[in-house]
């Protein structure tokens, strides 16, 4: 388990040195510099501006020297926003964006749970097939469609819930949390329903039975322990995209968070920004998933006589 | 059980894999439906020159943003452009990428997965060690930061996508193929003397091909959802062409005034992902019992 544990985070290394490198790579390799939208920057300056952001050296020693400043966690200053260093904005968007992920997760993680258990409870029944349709249309709509509809239906036309903003009104959380949570709450609940199925055909689910424990705690004390198994293992891969489905979220209702801060980045050909959230986003997702994945393993003790991690 | 007993009774017969494969899909009800709608929406963006009710750049500024009409099944936009017409060019769009991206996905899946597979060993261990390492990065980001980086060419879009999607494409292939080298046909045919590269082009891959398109099928879902994604936010296709997925970013600016400018692209979409959702799970379910959900 230990090992199991040590082995994920040593492979995680390989990893986020591949993000920052190719990372690097392609913010450098893109064509004109950072500074040649601007226009009429005389000749001086530009050769002032490449030597404060240390554009002049040669690309292996600016790779080192980022190499260098990355692992001391300080991701340089920002193009765009003289004065302002990455990390503030980071420090400035990264709360936002988690607290949003927070609510979207627990949105997912209750709907969803509660549907696919619904469902694996009596399988090919109305209460089979109600949840899971309706788990199919929370997968085919995305995000950027979903949102604007609830805020069409539920803001404008009902005016029950603020449409826009972030901590400025009561209830202004509830449409964001709803919109990026839905799409996963639907895999969550496809993902239980299987685990669940599966878990309910046991033996030792039988034992249970003829033990004469009431249904309830059958599926909740000794089903979901097994049951939820494909759900952690999912997390990790759900809550990157999460991250990657709070820009648009976050763009929808102008919410101050760090994937607008990315996407406008992005516009502004903003690189030291582009550079420096990727590298912190990729470092994110990869602690994610091997949390999610040691999860997993703890939750499943016959995963955990194998020396490698699930599935090879 | 009833499938199985299906199976066997089948089987006597003598029908082919595939020939069984489409009578559990054709009991699929909800599968068959999907694939209809696959092939109408196909069949639309295929003729849209032809049938379009209006032309593509055709304007009509004094009408303005109509709903929908008799002229206009489903309204015109602020230019007065019929949107039926928009959304049926721009559906041209979404399939396309949708199909070529994961040819492109497919193309580098199966022959990475077959290589592996079929190599294994050290071989197998390095190459399925870059999956593994691709896999733990932040594609969405690194798309966005692809479409920045080398501007915003469709081309690139393909590229970018495909690159993503083949992962998967490659674990599934190179599961497969595990299984099939050892069995008795593929030795007997190394024993006949045919070069690798034959032995994996004409007797694996044709053998795993079942778990190949139910994938593929559930990638081209994937794919149109990630361009819309992009397209939304202004990084994937670029006007005057056009996407549902641009076409709803339209449409969620003027959603106030003229919900119908949002409504029906976003019903385009999501019912086209549908369908190709349903009918992946039901070929799923036909080709490759073991593996699906139930």
Redesign the interface.
Known sequence: MLRFALGRIL??I??LL??IT??FL??H???GGPFSADKAVPPEVLIALEAQYKLDLPLWQQYSGYLGDVLRGDFGPSFKYPGRTVNELIATGFPVTAELGIYAMLVAISIGVIAGVLAAVR?NSIQDYVPMSLA??G????S??LG??L??FFG?YLEWLPISGWNNMPGDKILPAITLGTGYAAYVA?LT??GM?EVLSQDYIRTARAKGLPEFLIVFKHGLRGGLIPVVAFLGPAF??M??GS??VE??FDIPGLGRF??QA??N?DYTM?LG??VF??GL??IF?IISDILAMWMNPRLQSKTHGPE? | MNSEKRFIGTFEKGSSLWGDAWVRLSKNKLALAGLGLVIFFCGVSFLTPWIAPYGYEEQNLVLGASPPSSQHLMGTDIFGRDLLTRIMYGGRISLFVGFIATAVALVIGISWGAIAGYLGGRVDAFM?RVV??LY???F???I????????RNILLLFFAIGAVEWLTMARIVRGQVMSLRKQEFVESAYAMGLPRHIIIIRHIVPNALGPIIVYATLTI?NVM?LE??LS????GIQPPQSSW?LL??Y??ET??EY?WL??FP?LA??LT??AL??LGDGLRDALDPRTS??
């Open positions: 492979q995680a390989p990893v591949a993000v190719i990372t392609l913010v390799s893109a064509p399988p199919m249309i997968i085919c709509m995305p950027f469609l604007p509809l805020v069409l404008i496809r329903r299987g199925i990157a995209g991250l990657g820009f648009v763009t929808i990315y996407v992005a516009f050909r582009i959230t990727t986003f990729a997702i990869i998933n090879k | 399925m593994d390492i733990a990065l932040p969405m980001i690194f966005i930061l692809l479409m920045v980086v080398f501007g879902p959802l819309a994604f939304f936010l202004g990084l997925g709803i970013n449409g969620v959603m106030e919900p949002l409504i976003g979409l999501s992902l549908f959702n349903f959900i139930d």
